[in-house]
């Protein structure tokens, strides 16, 4: 009994990947609690953090955090960059200006697209191995943007390159438990589409409270809840610290199914077959995770008429976001 115990510890130990974490745009609002709570995970065994500014401070602050994880700060130049990135398994990049209140978050394209391509350049040539996680907004357009890259670059690997919506699943996770007094453990919401207003489809009528889809309020609330922060943060930004959680929350789902771990889930914006008959690359459904990332693509499953108007909305506003970011790589593919 005790044997056996022993053993499948020795063999899970011995089965667990060293894993380094890439984030870029660490210093900021987002960058900075999502390296704390990554530092926080046993799975990774090494965090690389870089930012235009500030990146080896918040390196130096979070090492001293005592999980047995290595912490590095990288200089803001292209060797930095490089060095960070090398070796990555992951990399999450949250770098970018968030809203101020009265944008959307096509409003952030002119200045944050350039930035994402950039970053996804040096992805492509330092860790085109990496799985690569997506935070900057707009996301709907941002994804499109590293593909086009990595395409260019002749190393697109659709399975590695992800949209980070687990913040949509989680507010609405959280916003049902409000409404009905429940654990937000125990509310899974499937969350499709994509990451701005319209496109955010919450599917209540596949969770435990069906009629919640006509709820207008409610979805709307998921829809637009990262308005109500930009609102309450009054011109100092968007979410940050709900968003370092959801970030941390995909990446530890990655790591698992890395580690061998079945059956993670999590919906996030991929390259998709779904709605690619109607021009449409990139959707989020629920993805399977495993070791070399997605593992398979859920349909979206059966949905009530309330959601079915809900996607026709969602499909014309992402097929023009994707769109928009294919076209500005080709129009502007830089250096
Ligand atoms: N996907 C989501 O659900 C979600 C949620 C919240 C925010 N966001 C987006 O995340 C982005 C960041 O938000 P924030 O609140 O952390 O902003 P922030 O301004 O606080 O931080 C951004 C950081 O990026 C850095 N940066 C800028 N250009 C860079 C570059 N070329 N290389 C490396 N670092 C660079 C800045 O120095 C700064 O530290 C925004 O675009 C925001 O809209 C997405
Ligand atoms: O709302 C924003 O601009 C940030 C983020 O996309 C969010 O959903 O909170």
């Known amino acids: 009994m005790l044997a056996s115990r022993i053993q499948r510890r020795a063999f899970s130990a011995s089965a667990r990947n060293l894993s ?5 745009g660490a210093a900021g609002g987002i960058g900075q609690p999502l390296s704390l709570l990554l530092k926080l995970n046993t799975r990774v065994t090494e965090l690389a ?16 955090v005592n999980t047995k994880s290595t912490v590095k700060g990288y200089d803001p130049t292209p060797s930095g960059l490089a ?7 992951i990399v999450l990049i949250p770098a970018g200006v968030p809203r101020k209140p009265g944008m959307t978050r096509d409003d952030l394209f002119n200045t944050n697209a350039s930035i994402v391509r950039d970053l996804a350049k040096a992805v ?14 707009p996301v709907n357009s941002t994804v499109p ?11 697109y690997n659709p399975k590695k390159l992800f949209g980070v919506t687990t913040l949509d ?7 049902v438990s409000e409404i009905k007094g429940t654990d937000p453990k125990d509310e899974n919401i499937t969350v499709i589409g994509g990451h701005s207003g319209v496109t955010i489809v919450p599917l209540f009528s596949q969770s435990n409270h069906p009629e919640l889809s ?16 930009v609102k309450a943060k009054d011109g100092a930004g968007s979410a940050t610290l709900s968003m370092a959680f959801a970030g941390a929350r995909m990446a530890d789902a990655l790591l698992r199914a890395a580690d061998g771990e079945k059956g993670v889930i999590e919906p996030t914006f991929v390259e998709s077959p779904l709605y690619k008959d109607q ?12 070791p070399n990332g997605v593992e398979k693509i859920h349909p979206i499953g059966n949905i009530d008429a309330n959601e079915q108007k809900l996607v026709e909305a969602c499909l014309g506003d992402l097929k023009k976001n994707i769109a928009k970011g294919v076209a500005f790589v080709q129009e502007n593919p830089g250096n």
């Open 20 to 24: 380094k974490v890439a984030v870029l």
């Open 49 to 64: 953090l870089y930012d235009i500014r500030g990146g080896p401070g918040v390196a130096a602050d979070i090492s001293h």
């Open 83 to 89: 060095e960070a990135l090398k070796g990555s398994d």
């Open 124 to 137: 492509a040539e330092s860790a085109p191995e990496a799985k690569l996680l997506i935070i900057s907004n």
């Open 145 to 155: 943007i590293c593909a086009e890259v990595f395409k260019a670059r002749g190393v």
């Open 169 to 175: 699943v989680v507010r609405a996770s959280r916003f």
């Open 214 to 229: 006509s709820n207008a309020e409610l979805v709307n609330r998921v829809q637009f809840g990262g308005d109500e922060v």
């Open 279 to 290: 021009g449409i690359e990139f959707f989020s459904t629920n993805v399977e995770l495993g």
